[in-house]
């Protein structure tokens, strides 16, 4: 093996070994030429992996030491709430009435999963102050869609067809326009202003009679609350268009503001984020959107609801905008999501955001003496720093991430938002002991030092990593994309 | 408030508020205009202790009928198969599940790499260049593939064989409405796209045809034919594959077919109510830099050291905004672990012997219910599915299979008016030659 200490597993196969124990072959073993036209027999076989069955663990055991998770250590990526994911939420998951039954079984004999489906409904309606709630969409990407096609039909079913443009603030995840071109719309951007808010003048100024919606996150990327969100909320009714709450911070403002009470329209959740999901690394996810009454129309079908104490699929939906994603949304992502919040309780979640909160301050307050603070004031469950004093110094934003990685901490998430100069965004959540926090800081402090007296110790990080900085564009110029003996 | 998940001490609390400059919490959200403040506790129910919980939620589960206690011939998109135990070990490992996307690749060489695997298995199984990282699942990762044909083809115009899975058809109708994009439905003829329909449909105004092989119905579509209808108007083939049946099957990459989508659900991952499964999505190296979603690709570290990294991500949300090729971020990472796991377990002959012993036990219980006169419809070539015409009421037949400890197969009058009382039969390899004989012998009885 040249240059490389992790095998590929197809690199590890040998011809004769297997993997499996497939049930006994009970019935006559008809030849597949007598069944099947011979143009359509695979000639040739695929080259899967030839393993035995502790190849297998040792690799992906390998493998997973070469990854970093919660469970390894601190991981404050911005925007992504990287929390502790509770063990329990796996093993309910796991219990066979959730996880082996199938979406086509009478309804009848699976109303242990539709009551949970409806009691998660219910529980979301209270916690963003919505009228309803569907649990159809896959993830939060999916949702905005959801949402947005909601929106459209709405517009539509007013006979309101130049309703063409979203509008987005310039902080706002890349996702929301991507979403919103998705759903058929143009993205009108609107900026920020000093304080990082939402420029009150430049939202009158882009807001017009083709404006569908404003998509919002509250707090914003910034990790600030949009105090201004009444008046926002006002320009952007009076003007017709409807308010999208984008979910992805809610870890922010449990118990302390819910998007239908601040003017929103439509919300999307992503219940691999606030609600423990897991993060699967990378998916998958839960998107639920929540909508005000004079939406509930439009929602996916079918929707979850009860008569008499039993639970059924309402398909009877003429108006909505039909199905985003087959069945009924990741069933088991919602389960381990149900499970968390029943876990927490109303106490529970409400020490959830304040403690989120506290953390965040705090780490903000400690390290503002070392970096940038671009917005000095109290931040919510998440807060950004710029590395501009260090990058005078020659040590750029992304050396200090993979510098990072030598202490053992996943970096924060890096240059987002875009309107923040080498921007590094923070997110502790509330899991983190002050302890974990205290360690972070001192790294941080340490780094802010080494880049005035050492900084090619930043520069050429990571020191300690099973694998130095890659080659990204080499990786783009001439892709590999798939292993070729 | 004392939590297991929550660390916070109330010393540690004055300390950092003290640090923080404030003197309580509350200081903290007067950012929050006071008239949209939430006062006091959400209405919801109170937190129950670890045991507590477990016992409720375990009692919920058991008003659910699961497929681990019956035999079960409901396929439709979602089954019932072997998988191997080690899956569940390799995806419990928390290093998997407790990480996110790998956006820092020095720290992430385990998920980049076991992806890398998983786009060069379904690479194999479909027969084309490239494979993504996953999408949501086989409905949604089939409606982006239409989409993509659109954008490629500057075509507004979608068919669509009515032999697809309906619910992917849903959702493809769904992605239509947003990107203004007209579908249009091909019938189906005998169990199969009607091909002398197909040719009457298609035009040069066709982005693309989609397909689904085996089809619904469990039928083998005649690929080679189709393809010849569909390049011949320059149009896109878009194939839907189970790719368990690919083991056997001839792979829709060598019957011509620009992209391939479908879910890796029969590969080590559970119905789950229908989600979370695994999408998967593969083109030719003509299509590489419109594919939508994560890429990994393989390139080497300052010491030359092979590694891997996200790449091609110009295509992508989080960098291209408006102009991405599709706003998907997050997709099924741990299923796609999950599925390359069952992948690598079943292997080069395991994937070819389970996708043979699907197409012999249902073979087997086509067989047998025709000694009972109970005749499959739309006799032809089929994998693990057929379909067969009841010889009662749909719902007195299912009723009598449960109490006999058998899930039966899909309703077909459910979608399909025309075939009302039919039922799609499912036989994978982990039903029994008892269980078929038992699920025969209770369809013979219900003669009416």
Redesign the interface.
Known sequence: MN????S???EI?TPG??????????????S?ED???A?????E???????S?LD??R??????????????GF?P?GS?T?????K?N?????????????????EA?????L??MYDLQE?LI??T?MDQVTLQP?????G??TGL?MI?AFHEANGDSARTKVIVPDSA???N????????F??VTVKSNEYGLVDLEDLKRVVGPDTAALMLTNPNTLG??E?N??EMAEIIHSAGGKLYYDGANLNA?L????PG???FDVVHL?L?KTFTG?????????GPVGVKSELIRFL?KPLVAEKDGTFFLDYDRPES?????????????NVRAY?Y????????????T??A???A??MM??LAPFYDLPFD??C?HEFVLSGKRQKKLGVRTLDI??RL?DFGY??P?IY?PLNVEECMMIEPT?????ETLDAFIEAMIQIAKEAEETPEIVQEA?HT????????T???RK?????QA | MKHRYLPMTEQDKKEMLSDIGVSTVDELFHDIPESVRFKGEYKIKPAKSESSLLKELTRLAAKNADLKSYASFLGAGVYDHYTPIIVDHVISRSEFYTAYTPYQPEISQGELQAIFEFQTMICELTGMDVANSSMYDGGTALAEAAMLSTGQTRRKKILLSSAVHPESRDVINTYAKGHYVDVIEVPYKDGITDTAALKELISEDIAGVVVQYPNFFGRVEPLKEIEEIVHAHKAMFIVSSNPLALGALTPPGKLGADIVAGDAQVFGIPAAFGGPHCGYFAVTNKLVRKVPGRLVGQTVDDNGKRGFVLTLQAREQHIRRDKATSNICSNQALNALAASVAMTALGKTGVKEMAIRNIQKAHYAKKSLQEKGIEAVFDGPTFNEFVIKLPAAYKTVNDRLFQKDIIGGFDLGRVYPELEDHMLVAVTELRTKDEIDAFVQELGDSHE
Not at chain 1, 82 to 86: E, F, I, L, V
Not at chain 1, 138 to 142: N, R, T, V
Not at chain 1, 255 to 258: D, G, P, V
Not at chain 1, 430 to 434: A, I
């Open positions: 240059n490389q200490d992790q590929l597993i197809f196969s070994r297997i993997g499996f124990s497939l049930p006994e072959m009970d019935v006559e073993a008809v597949i069944i099947l036209p143009e359509y027999i695979r000639e076989a695929a080259e899967l992996p030839e393993v069955e297998i663990m690799h992906y055991t390998a493998l997973s030491h070469r990854n970093h998770g919660v469970d390894s991981y990526l992504c990287m929390k502790y994911n509770p329990i796996e093993n309910v998951a796991r219990i066979n009435g959730f996880a082996h039954i199938h979406p086509y079984q009478d004999v699976v109303q242990g999963a009551e949970l529980h209270e916690i102050g896959a993830a939060g990407a999916h905005e869609w096609m459209r995840h890349g996702t326009p991507a979403s919103a071109t998705v759903a058929g143009e993205t600030l609350f105090e969100i009444l403002v118990s302390k503001a819910r009470d601040m003017g992503n691999h897991p993060h699967g690394g990378g998916g998958p996810g839960s996916p905008i039909g199905r985003v994603k087959p069945y009924y949304g990741n069933f088991g992502i499970t919040i029943r876990s927490m309780g109303p106490d529970g979640l409400k020490a959830v304040e403690n909160v506290i953390n301050n705090y307050r400690r004031r109290h919510k991430a993979k990685l996943h970096p998430t987002f509330e899991t983190e002991s002050k990571p990593t099973v694998i130095k900085r890659l080659d990204e080499l990786a783009a892709p590999v994309l798939r292993y």
